[in-house]
């Protein structure tokens, strides 16, 4: 039997479950370094700030590995392992790249792994964090020599708004992986410490949550929302002008023009949610099979977020004095925006992916984002309080912030793990009907 692409079936299927394995695998890793390296150290760093009243007294080393560890860690493995995934949706040769995809995987986990126990524990920094920098660069490379070469032909065609995105975003993160590289080098170097300097900190953080981060899921939110959302289809052109205003603002950062970059992300934003239509009324019913019927509120929730943490982005130029506003900007987007849309959408499209499964529970799903919203505002709203000196007794909610975050994300971890240990849907079914007294 041939498909309609000319191919056999049996070498389609063998595409699919390599692409399933791949992403599974990858799913895996990134879920590992969100619970452990990612969050846990996130609530520990937190409880030790609170218990000191002073952000400035904790070891840079430690938030940098936590930051490290959440962004590249957890959201890029996710990242990683649906480019590779989204080959077999697109493309129409025989191959899958295999070994490409189980090279990078490795080369990848030891390098963030690497990142992290230097910079914890500061065993052998000087070698480690150039490694683990070059380890990062080279597994990122496997892969985006294996989605040019398998790439489908455009055909003439013009790319669609959300490819473009999607490809501003991989290139970007090329870009961040080679300045951290270069970056690591420097400070095995001349550093006294595994922490990068301040500065060039919050400006790799800029790189990669604007210039990564975001733009990647607004290029996947222009193609799933409408589908899974029912939401109106996305202004394609305005959509790309958002996006040339959030590269504006990124290049302003790195050049250090903090008041201008705030500003022009700020446009960004605001361009984006009227492109996606994120808050207007759907014209079609949103797709809640297998997930809670509360899903196309939190597609919208992030982009609160979103608008939040630029706001106070631009506040935090004039008003920071102890990185309190800057840090609920941060968290807004991070845990707001990027963790909540992966959150959501992830449960929406992971089980599937990863072999056709169904989601374990819809009300766990329901429960982790609520945990998510609630201690992300709670950490908003009482760590400007807190670091900047206005009320004492916001340094009591910030843990508490912190617990109901860590809830939210063991909740989200443990649905999709025993998702993935759950057999296939097609195999549930069968198993289901073959219970004696069973009717359809
Ligand atoms: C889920 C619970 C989380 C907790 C409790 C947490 C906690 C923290 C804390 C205490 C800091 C130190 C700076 C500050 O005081 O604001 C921090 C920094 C940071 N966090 Fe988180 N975080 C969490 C989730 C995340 C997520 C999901 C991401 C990214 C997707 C993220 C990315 C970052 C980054 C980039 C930094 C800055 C690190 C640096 O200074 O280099 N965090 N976080």
Redesign the pocket.
């Known amino acids: 039997m041939a498909t309609q692409t000319g191919q056999p079936d049996s070498a389609r299927i063998a595409i699919e479950r390599h692409s399933q394995w791949l992403v599974t695998a990858f799913v895996a890793v990134g879920m590992l370094f969100?619970l452990l390296p990612?969050?846990f150290l996130?609530?520990w760093?937190?409880i030790g700030?609170s218990q000191q009243h002073a952000?400035g007294n904790?070891s840079?080393a430690w938030?940098?590995a936590?930051?490290?560890a959440?962004?590249f860690g957890?959201?890029g493995s996710f990242i990683l392992g649906i480019g590779f995934y989204s080959l077999t949706k697109m493309q129409s040769t025989f191959t899958f790249p295999v070994r490409s995809g189980w090279t990078a995987l490795p080369l990848w986990t030891l390098g963030i792994t690497l990142r992290w126990i230097s910079g914890v524990t500061g065993v052998y920094w000087r070698t480690l964090l150039p490694l683990s920098g070059l380890l990062e660069l080279v597994a990122f490379a496997v892969f985006y020599r294996a989605i040019r070469r398998h790439r489908p032909a455009s055909n003439g065609r013009s790319r669609e708004t959300w490819t473009l995105l999607v490809a501003g975003g991989t290139a970007a993160f090329f870009s961040a992986l080679l300045v951290n590289f270069v970056a690591m080098i420097d400070l095995a170097l001349h550093g006294n410490t595994p922490a990068?300097p301040h500065v060039l900190?919050?400006q790799l953080?800029t790189l990669?949550?604007w210039g990564v981060?975001v733009p990647t899921i607004w290029g996947f939110n222009a193609r799933w929302l409408p589908i899974f959302g029912g939401f109106k289809k996305p202004n394609g052109v305005p959509l790309l002008v958002a996006y040339g205003f959030s590269v504006a603002g990124v290049v302003a950062g790195l050049l250090r023009g903090w008041a201008f970059s705030a500003a022009l992300l700020l446009i960004a934003a605001l361009l984006a949610v009227d492109s996606l239509h994120v808050w207007e009324p759907a014209v079609q019913p949103a797709k809640l099979q297998d997930v809670h019927r509360s899903f196309p509120l939190f597609l919208r929730i992030p982009y609160l977020w979103l608008a939040v943490s630029c706001i106070l982005n631009a506040l935090a130029v004039v008003y920071d004095h102890a990185?309190g506003i800057w840090?609920a900007s941060?968290?807004a987007i991070?845990?707001g925006f990027?963790?909540g849309m992966v959150f959501v959408i992830g449960q929406r499209v992971l089980p599937p992916f990863c072999g056709m499964r169904i989601l374990w529970s819809s009300r766990l799903m329901f429960w982790s984002l609520l945990f998510l919203h609630l201690?992300c505002a709670l950490?908003v709203l009482s760590?400007p309080l807190a670091?900047e000196g206005y009320w004492s007794f916001a340094w009591k909610l910030l843990p508490c912030?912190?617990i109901i975050?860590?809830a939210?994300?063991t909740v989200f971890a443990g649905n999709i793990l025993v998702t993935l240990l759950q057999p296939p849907a097609h195999q549930r079914l069968v198993k289901i009907q073959s219970i004696p007294g069973h009717a359809r």
Do not use: K
């Open positions: 969100m990612g969050t996130g609530v760093n937190l700030i952000p904790l840079p938030l940098q936590h930051g490290h959440q962004m957890w959201i990068l900190d919050q953080i990669a949550v981060l990185g840090g941060r968290h991070t845990v990027i963790a201690g950490r760590e670091y912030s912190a975050e860590l939210a994300v």
